[in-house]
């Protein structure tokens, strides 16, 4: 079975300040797929990354910087010098390939001016 | 940029009725799902769809139920709605051809039962 927790519940910080989300997965596949997805208040989801199981390397746009480790089973996502904008509901998602997303539960991010 | 649409984006509806969630895609994706958000945030997958006249139901038990008769459209309906299906609803399409394509999302419904 396929599994994705995000331990942070919500977060809070102060614009301009750092923040990273965690997200740790299982599955038994040696083939995966990891996701992260933005959810703004409007409500719709909107993908931000994709990384398969044999990228390891990590990828910085902007911004955002995301941090894989096989090793731990994490795919821990950073913002940098955080924005008002940046609040939302941040999800992290699975998949074995042929397999529906998974998601984690989701870490609201309340980003204060 | 995505191309997927959810009618109507809100809806208050008297317990018993009958009502039917649409979702419409203009991407040509074989792969079409039907997510159940909850106040926590939490999404749980309710029906899936890899390709017309293919339908399977998720993880979450849900008395909707789902038609996949064209490739662009994807609707859901409840035939009795419940104060308990108050909920938003969001429909995702993805890629039939590639292995782990991404998601693309549409704006989701907001359900209200009274």
């Known amino acids: 079975a396929q599994k994705v927790t995000q331990a942070q519940t919500e977060i809070s910080v102060v614009e301009k300040e750092d923040v990273t989300l965690d997200c740790v997965y299982e599955?038994?596949?040696?083939?995966?797929?990891l996701f992260w997805y933005k959810q703004p208040p409007s409500g719709e989801l909107v993908f931000l990354i994709r990384r398969n199981s044999f990228d390891e390397q990590n990828e910085i746009s902007g911004r955002y910087s995301w941090n894989f480790q096989k090793s731990t089973s994490s795919f821990n996502f950073t913002i940098t010098a955080s924005q008002v904008v940046d609040s939302a509901v941040y999800f992290c998602a699975l998949t074995s390939g042929n397999t529906p997303l998974v998601f984690g539960k989701g870490t609201r991010l309340s980003v204060i001016a | 940029e995505a191309d997927i649409y959810q009618t109507p984006r809100y809806l208050v509806i008297g317990t018993g009725k009958k009502i039917t969630l649409e979702c419409s895609q203009t991407?040509?994706?074989?792969?079409m799902y039907w997510y159940q958000q909850d106040p926590g945030m939490e999404l749980h997958l309710i029906h899936y769809s890899y390709g017309v006249n293919s339908t399977e139901k998720g993880d979450l038990s849900s008395e909707s139920t789902v038609s996949r008769i064209r490739t662009e459209h994807f609707p859901l309906t409840l035939e009795s709605a419940r104060p308990s299906h108050t909920s938003q609803y969001l429909c995702a399409s993805s890629e039939g051809h590639g292995v782990g394509t991404e998601a693309f999302f549409g704006q989701g419904t907001r359900l209200t039962v009274v």
């Open positions: 599955t038994r596949d040696t083939t995966y797929y």
């Open positions: 991407m040509g994706h074989d792969k």
